[in-house]
């Protein structure tokens, strides 16, 4: 393997200028390594140790040195993705070699299927505001195709797109009628709303949206996670303002892409502004604040802070990643999840911090795999249940491992 041409192809895929043929070239490259005997079979474990270390700081420094692009959407996702401080040190030293170190009643176990996770797919649950509901997935353009008064097809990328007709009505008497889409634990989504605005749902999300905008202001609620690149939109009085409400804030926008992170499970609520600019203000005393590109609003405990964000990890998820940064492995282990859809045992948490990143498009159990690398803990997979068991080997629990 050229390691050289390795790294360029990985630097592309983080800038999102890789082709088609240069990412089924890096596929081909996973797929001959995996297979290859280990390179460093010889080696004693303070040898392997410190070759990954120095792998890790030339990929990192390569990485690092490019521009970075962070709003372009991946929908091509590869087995092997890239961040700046991604564990490739697991693919290029360890992860052919896991499968020889495992226990082999781990070996057995995470071969299997039936106690493995696949990751998320595109997959959501719309409910239409006369009730009716639509399961999105493979067959969901049949089967919009046969809803009566349909205004919804799925295009060529696979997102839900939303063309309402004049004289659809959008109230209810006083009310305005909306449409929900919703994804589960395990399931990811695009959407196309009306006035063109792209949305891109994460696992254990939803969106309501009215069945029409209004020419004074387009308003839909949020919860989960989601990114939205919202159109510009001219009304008769001016520029049409894209508000965002979630159970902690309200966002208003007129042009602009940013992620907003508002998990009902968690204490904390984030909305993070990669261009144009962005008003957040609380839902409950009515705080504000103006974002610039590159700022984040955090809201905990009812208050909002304004701080620099790194938008590299809070888009993560969109560009097909897992992203660690000083995290506990609680926080790694709520993000696995949500997008594998799995029960979590917390009981024997270690008090471990994770660096690193990892593709989500890899099984749970290949995801496992690399974070038992670490040698802080191991897991138990038993169908949708996973356990975490700490080992007594963890020379300095707070120091970050690297995956």
Same mark, same amino acid.
């Given at each position: ?210 069945? /029409?905008? @209004?020419?004074? =202001?387009? $308003? &839909?609620?949020?919860? #989960? ?5 919202? +159109?510009?939109? %001219? ?34 609520? /984030?909305? @993070?502004?990669? =261009?144009? $600019? &962005?008003?957040?203000? #609380? ?5 504000? +604040?103006?974002? %610039? ?111």
């Amino acid at each position: 393997m050229d390691k050289e041409r390795f790294v360029e192809l990985i630097g592309k895929m983080e800038q999102g200028s890789a082709s088609e043929a240069e990412l089924r070239e890096l596929d081909a490259m996973y797929e001959a390594f995996e297979q290859k005997p280990g390179i460093t079979g010889r080696m004693s474990p303070k040898e392997k140790q410190a070759h990954a270390e120095k792998l890790f700081r030339k990929i990192s420094a390569h990485t690092e040195s490019a521009p970075v692009q962070h709003h372009r959407p991946y929908r091509r996702m590869t087995w092997i993705s890239a961040a700046a401080a991604i564990c490739l040190i697991a693919l290029w030293w360890g992860y052919g070699q896991l499968s020889r170190h495992r226990q082999p009643e781990n070996e057995t176990r995470l071969a299997h299927q039936m106690d493995d996770a696949l990751p998320a797919a595109d997959k959501a649950y719309l409910t239409l505001a006369d009730g009716r509901s639509v399961t999105l997935d493979e067959s969901a353009s049949a089967k919009l195709a046969q809803e009566p008064g349909n205004h919804f097809t799925i295009d060529a990328e696979g997102a839900l797109v939303y063309r309402p007709q004049g004289n659809a009505p959008a109230v209810s008497g006083n009310t305005l009628l909306y449409h929900t889409i919703t994804t589960p634990k395990g399931g990811q989504y695009q959407v196309v709303l009306p006035d063109g605005t792209k949305v891109w749902m994460n696992a254990g999300s939803s969106l309501t949206f009215p069945i /029409a905008f @209004t020419d004074r =202001e387009r $308003s &839909v609620k949020m919860t #989960g996670e989601v990114y939205f690149d919202v +159109a510009k939109v %001219r009304g008769k009085r001016g520029r049409v303002p894209f508000i965002v409400e979630t159970p902690k804030q309200r966002i208003a926008v007129l042009g602009t892409q940013f992620n907003v992170q508002a998990y009902p499970s968690q204490t904390t609520e /984030a909305t @993070t502004l990669i =261009e144009g $600019s &962005v008003r957040v203000n #609380g839902a409950s005393d009515g705080q504000g +604040a103006l974002l %610039r590109p590159g700022q984040q609003a955090l809201f905990v405990a009812g208050k909002m802070n304004i701080q620099p964000a790194n938008t590299e990890k809070e888009l993560a998820w969109k560009n097909g990643m897992f992203r660690f940064e000083d995290d506990h492995i609680r926080t790694v282990m709520q993000q696995l999840e949500n997008w594998y859809d799995v029960d979590i045992d917390y009981s024997h948490m270690p008090g471990v911090h994770l660096n690193g990143g990892i593709s989500r498009r890899l099984p749970l159990s290949k995801v496992l795999n690399m974070l038992e690398v670490t040698g802080g803990f191991k897991f138990e997979i038993n169908a949708k249940k996973v356990k975490i068991i700490s080992n007594k080997q963890i020379v300095n629990p707070q120091k970050p491992e690297r995956l």
